[in-house]
């Protein structure tokens, strides 16, 4: 018993000496940072590795330095053309400044997310329907560049901006399909008449180059009979000379 006695005042000491040493080491991974105070003040940033601390007077909060991937909510749109129109995007950032994270911001997440969501309301809100169908490049790159330039403060690098999804109701998806409709008629319609056009300059400059030399439309009268009896119909064609007529265009002139 005494010898039990004389032990337990060792093992006591031991048992502290662990639970102070398993507290004042810390292992950081290769993506981590660990953010230090000392007695509640800022005192620096260590790791990765192995990272020694004073039990009771150092405190260390974990960063992580890898690429979130934020889910931003469908957002209630009116556009600049007052159509309502509901919009969801998704983020990518990561944090490149451990210390602002931490010290500057209590929660980078949800204030990165809440800024995200006014945002896209803003930026969207200044474009037409259209251009938030056919410009989401432009539109992205935008909101992005906004996004990092005021979460910079924050120690946060916003890579990505996406718009996932831009859901219009139901009556003005048929308006937008009668517009499609309509313009699809009306590029017929210009092609139509630009071949119109076409032909018929090219009718003109056929029948210039025919009207010098007689001889060419009575040639032409040949071929056309030739395609005619190609064809093998029962229709029988006979060119009339157009010296005939002019013939008996003169001779009337001459008699009256």
Same mark, same amino acid.
């Given at each position: 018993m005494t010898w039990l006695g004389n032990l337990a005042p060792f093992a006591a000491a031991l048992l502290f000496l662990l639970i102070v040493v398993a507290y004042a080491i810390r292992i950081l991974r290769e993506y981590e940072r660990g953010v230090?105070?000392?007695?509640?003040?800022?005192?620096?940033?260590k790791g990765p590795g192995l990272i020694l601390l004073l039990p009771y007077v150092q405190q260390m909060v974990r960063v992580d330095l890898r690429t979130r991937v934020l889910d931003v909510p469908s957002q209630d749109v009116i556009s600049r053309d007052n159509v309502s129109v509901r919009v969801s995007a998704v983020i990518y950032f990561r944090v490149i400044d451990a210390e602002k994270?931490?010290?500057?911001?209590?929660d980078f997440m949800a204030a990165t997310s809440q800024?995200?969501?006014?945002?896209?309301?803003?930026?969207?809100?200044?474009?037409?329907?259209?251009?938030?169908?056919?410009?989401?490049?432009r539109l992205n790159e935008d909101i992005q560049k906004i996004l990092d330039v005021?979460?910079?403060?924050?120690?946060?690098k916003? $890579?990505?901006?996406?718009?996932?999804?831009?859901?219009?109701?139901? *009556?003005?998806?048929?308006? %937008? +399909?009668?517009?499609a409709e309509a313009e699809r008629e009306r590029r017929a319609k210009v092609i139509n008449a630009e071949g119109e056009q076409q032909a018929a300059a090219k009718l003109l400059?056929?029948?210039?180059?025919? $009207?010098?030399?007689?001889?060419?439309?009575?040639?032409?009268?040949? *071929?056309?009979?030739?395609? %005619? +009896?190609?064809?093998?119909?029962?229709?029988?064609?006979?060119?009339?000379?157009?010296?005939?007529?002019?013939?008996?265009?003169?001779?009337?002139?001459?008699?009256?």
């Amino acid at each position: 018993m005494t010898w039990l006695g004389n032990l337990a005042p060792f093992a006591a000491a031991l048992l502290f000496l662990l639970i102070v040493v398993a507290y004042a080491i810390r292992i950081l991974r290769e993506y981590e940072r660990g953010v230090i105070f000392t007695l509640g003040r800022f005192t620096g940033v260590k790791g990765p590795g192995l990272i020694l601390l004073l039990p009771y007077v150092q405190q260390m909060v974990r960063v992580d330095l890898r690429t979130r991937v934020l889910d931003v909510p469908s957002q209630d749109v009116i556009s600049r053309d007052n159509v309502s129109v509901r919009v969801s995007a998704v983020i990518y950032f990561r944090v490149i400044d451990a210390e602002k994270s931490t010290i500057q911001v209590e929660d980078f997440m949800a204030a990165t997310s809440q800024l995200a969501q006014t945002t896209l309301r803003s930026v969207l809100g200044k474009h037409d329907l259209d251009e938030m169908l056919a410009e989401r490049d432009r539109l992205n790159e935008d909101i992005q560049k906004i996004l990092d330039v005021q979460t910079d403060a924050w120690g946060i690098k916003v $890579a990505t901006v996406e718009i996932k999804h831009v859901d219009i109701n139901e *009556s003005m998806i048929r308006a %937008i +399909a009668r517009q499609a409709e309509a313009e699809r008629e009306r590029r017929a319609k210009v092609i139509n008449a630009e071949g119109e056009q076409q032909a018929a300059a090219k009718l003109l400059e056929a029948a210039e180059i025919l $009207a010098r030399k007689p001889q060419a439309m009575q040639l032409r009268y040949l *071929s056309t009979l030739n395609v %005619i +009896a190609g064809e093998k119909n029962s229709t029988i064609i006979f060119p009339f000379p157009m010296e005939i007529a002019d013939m008996l265009a003169t001779k009337k002139e001459g008699s009256s």
